[in-house]
């Protein structure tokens, strides 16, 4: 359950990434609330896998999913560039936060 927890709250990140930039093209009520409520159900859930996991290691792979799911967010919906770099270095992103879970 702390694995789906910390995963949904490193998807939970990239949705309030994308709620700012929605919140930077439509300033109404309905984008803050979208912000506040996904980073709030974000932290919510980190908090709570960090009960099982490490602080350090739990923090890595949400910034890494968070990250890394804002950059393919804006590949896919906002048609930023798919540079074969760009992926390679995404996937070293998340392969850092795996690398750390293995050595914890």
Do not use: C, Q
Request: glycine letters at 12%; a positive charge.
């Amino acid at each position: 359950m702390a694995w789906l927890s910390l995963i949904a709250a490193g998807l939970f990140e990239t949705a309030g990434v994308l709620s700012i930039n929605r919140l930077n093209r439509e300033r109404n009520a309905k984008s803050l609330l979208l912000l506040v409520g996904a980073f709030g159900a974000s932290f919510i859930l980190l908090a709570y896998a960090m009960e099982f996991f490490p602080m350090s290691t739990a923090y890595a792979i949400w910034t890494g999913i968070g990250a890394s799911g804002g950059a393919l967010a804006g590949m896919w919906i906002y048609g930023e560039s798919k540079d074969w770099r760009r992926i390679l270095f995404i996937l070293m992103i998340l392969g850092a936060a795996v690398g750390l879970k293995l050595v914890e």
